[in-house]
């Protein structure tokens, strides 16, 4: 890069180390897209309660979500914030983030293009979107010859989508994300009865889009297939982290339009093949690679050829295609690869493999010429006389001449390589999230003696094994013999790997890994009555059930309200802990959390209506009677006046104008009780015929029987 670096754009809120900045590209137009994830927690239903682990350590509300300030506590149902940041472009009253969304902006600029969907908003980051409700869009591509976006987002324990932006000049797209995940309500946000939620699971105003594609992480993508979840319905970790369409190379005809889609946690890559109309058919799906190394990104080469990024391994690889005979793989092992000159080392080939099974033919460059002249067996020996550092490798060929060369593998003659120790902590260490961990190293080197601090380099990783593991990088240091770290939180079942890696002044290196388990309590959870449904985490299950969690973890409940079951409608009543309906608790130790429900009251109000006249007055009397069996509360009786009536009076009830409509009140009614109303109007007009008049009654209290909610009265006009 030349010249001074530009920023674009700035205003993504970014609280948690996961669900960040996804990925760019150019459409065929020349806007720059550009993907961002939430920046909420990926272990609990994050509404904005989940207080700053950066410094200043402690602080709610970093991100200042509405309804609060920065610093202030955001409590339900009117909380804002977390993973509702995706869903900012339906809440007006306050600045739009870009979290959660996909942006069309203007390259030199980063503002908004002036043919985006919310071009006139007078918000700019508005201006900005043309898609949101999206938790991870990790990656995404435009489909050749098109202007549409596909992209897929990470779900978090259940579901993972490919969404397709068909028309990024249409409506700004609501993908639903934290109310919906897949197809359905997801559990830990529907539970906690967020106010956000409730208006996307019920405005017209604003539709949600299904995703395009969705696969459960209970199911394979294809049947019989050799990628995970190895024993289906048992869950699998999944994340889908890369979408590239073929236009056509190498690979044979059926997969021209196709959409590859990858898993990272999953190692796997699938295609989508195309429909009739020259779509991707979700239903016309096969495994393309089966035992891909942690693929995160899919580009399509020049030549055609698939090209994956490998997230663990630091490499890119490439898959080819051959119609006939495929070429062999290459593969050496070698036996020191450091010592004192002369060195002797024995190095092996006999890894080396054929697909179609054929004889292989051998030949080494072992002295580092680059001419593969040295040996022609499978196991030889060669000695470096001299003191330097050599690249050997193999070429193995099959009997129709195609052949492949291994990976470079170095020898240090004259050098040997160092030893590293990880000092502290011991392998015994156990730990609960938010603990300190300190831990320190050494390393000896038979040239250099002890190591400085410079040629140290650590990495903690966590582990999370819910069957198939994935890594999350936690942190790296450099040039330090010791450190220390809080140990984060997560789903369990999940451990650290703390890596050592030291460095010779000769480039040799020398590792050393310790794992550190955490300790873990058991959680019970129960309702009264047993066998009703509460939601810990992002999952809901039948009670009675148990999990266990590392200790110190955050972990959010809700008791799903209300619920049905054997026919009996129940409502949430308290939770043994005093917490609200939805609440987090810390896992400090083994503990019984239970939910107290009671059969629902309901109540059937039957509204009566008739009307009389006296000259030009008409007057309309309402009778509302609870028939039980509960009492109700907040009855609300109202009556919307047609035009040829002019409101007079109506005691105890209001009246707007604005609207005509007549609104009677009643705070509560016993089963068995009424409640009468007269409103009073005067007729206009100079027409005959008849006058209908409708009103209607609602209640607080559930009433099952609509049918008698509503009146109407007719009065002749002359």
């Not at 629902?600 to 009389?612: F, I, V, Y």
Request: hydrophobic share 35%; net charge negative; aromatic share 8%.
């Amino acid at each position: 890069m030349t010249g001074t670096e530009q920023v674009l754009i700035e205003d993504w809120c970014q609280q948690f180390p996961s669900h960040s900045i996804g990925a760019l590209a150019f459409g065929a137009d020349g806007a720059l897209y550009v993907s961002g994830g939430d920046g909420a927690s990926f272990n609990v239903t994050d509404y904005g309660q989940v207080k700053s682990a950066a410094p200043p350590p402690g602080y709610p509300n970093p991100c200042g979500d509405p309804p609060g300030a920065p610093g202030s506590t955001l409590s339900l149902p009117t909380a804002e914030g977390g993973a509702l940041r995706s869903q900012d472009l339906v809440t007006t009253s306050d600045p739009t983030s870009l979290d959660g969304a996909i942006l069309r902006v203007d390259p030199t600029t980063g503002a908004g293009l002036p043919d985006n969907p919310l071009a006139a908003s007078a918000d700019p980051n508005a201006r900005r979107i043309i898609a949101y409700g999206l938790r991870n869009p990790f990656r995404f591509t435009i489909r050749p010859g098109t202007s549409e976006v596909w992209l897929g987002d990470v779900g978090w324990s259940s579901w993972e989508e490919i969404n397709r932006i068909g028309d990024p000049l249409g409506s700004a797209e609501n993908f639903g994300w934290p109310c919906y995940e897949g197809v359905g309500r997801q559990p830990g946000y529907d539970g906690a009865n967020l106010g956000l939620c409730e208006h996307v699971y019920t405005s017209a105003a604003d539709p949600v889009t299904a995703p395009y594609y969705t696969y459960g992480h209970h199911e394979k993508v294809v049947p019989g297939e050799a990628c995970p979840p190895a024993n289906p319905p048992t869950p699998t970790s999944s994340s889908t982290t890369g979408v590239a369409f073929y236009e056509g190379g190498d690979y044979p005809s059926g997969y021209d339009g196709a959409l590859f889609f990858a898993d990272y946690s999953r190692d796997c890559i699938w295609a989508m093949f195309p429909g009739t109309n020259g779509v991707p058919d979700p239903n016309n799906r096969a495994t393309f690679a089966a035992a891909a190394s942690n693929p995160v990104d899919l580009k399509i080469g020049p030549g055609g050829d698939l090209f994956y990024v490998d997230f663990l391994g630091n490499t890119i690889r490439r898959i080819s295609y051959f119609a006939t005979n495929q070429p062999p793989v290459a593969s050496a092992t070698a036996s020191p690869t450091s010592g004192p000159a002369p060195l002797a080392v024995n190095f092996d080939g006999s890894g080396s493999t054929d697909p179609e099974g054929a004889q292989l033919t051998f030949a080494w460059d072992l002295d580092g010429d680059t001419q593969f002249d040295d040996s022609t067996a499978v196991t030889p020996t060669f000695t470096y006389a001299q003191p330097g550092t050599y690249s050997a490798r193999l070429r193995v060929t099959d009997p129709q001449g195609a052949f492949s060369t291994g990976a470079p593998i170095s020898i240090a003659a004259n050098n040997t390589a160092p030893t590293a120790s990880i000092d502290t902590p011991s392998a015994s260490t156990t730990w609960r999230v938010g603990q300190t961990i300190s831990f320190s190293g050494s390393a000896t080197d038979p040239q250099q003696g002890a190591l400085p601090a410079s040629a140290f380099f650590w990495r903690l990783v966590l582990h999370h094994c819910p069957s198939d593991c994935h890594e999350h990088l936690v942190q790296e240091w450099s040039g330090v013999t010791s450190a220390s770290v809080s140990a984060p939180d997560h789903e369990y079942p999940s451990w650290l790997v703390l890596t050592l890696i030291v460095t010779d002044a000769g480039s040799l290196t020398d590792t050393e890994t310790l794992r550190l388990d955490p300790r873990t309590v058991v959680l019970t959870f129960q309702t009264s009555p047993t066998g009703l449904q509460l939601t810990v985490g992002s999952s809901s299950s039948t009670t009675p059930f148990t999990g266990t969690v590392i200790e110190g973890s955050v972990n959010s409940l809700s008791a799903p309200s209300p619920q049905t079951l054997s026919g009996t409608t129940y409502e949430f009543v308290s939770w043994s802990d005093g917490g609200a309906q939805a609440h987090d608790i810390v896992a400090d130790a083994a503990a019984t959390y239970a939910a107290t429900f009671q059969a629902a009251q309901s109540a059937d109000l039957a509204l009566t209506k008739t009307g009389s006249k006296n000259g030009s007055t008409a007057t309309w009397n309402l009778t509302v009677t609870n028939l039980g069996p509960s009492a109700a509360q907040n009855i609300v009786l109202t009556d919307t006046l047609p035009p040829r009536l002019t409101f007079v009076s109506a005691p105890g009830c209001t009246y707007t104008a604005s609207t005509r409509v007549v609104s009677c009140t009643v705070p509560s009614l016993a089963s068995g009780a009424g409640a009468s109303f007269a409103i009073t109007t005067t007729i206009t007009g100079n027409g005959g015929g008849w006058i209908t008049n409708t009103a209607q009654v609602t209640s607080s209290t559930a009433d099952p029987n609509s049918a008698n909610n509503t009146a109407t009265a007719r009065v002749r006009a002359r």
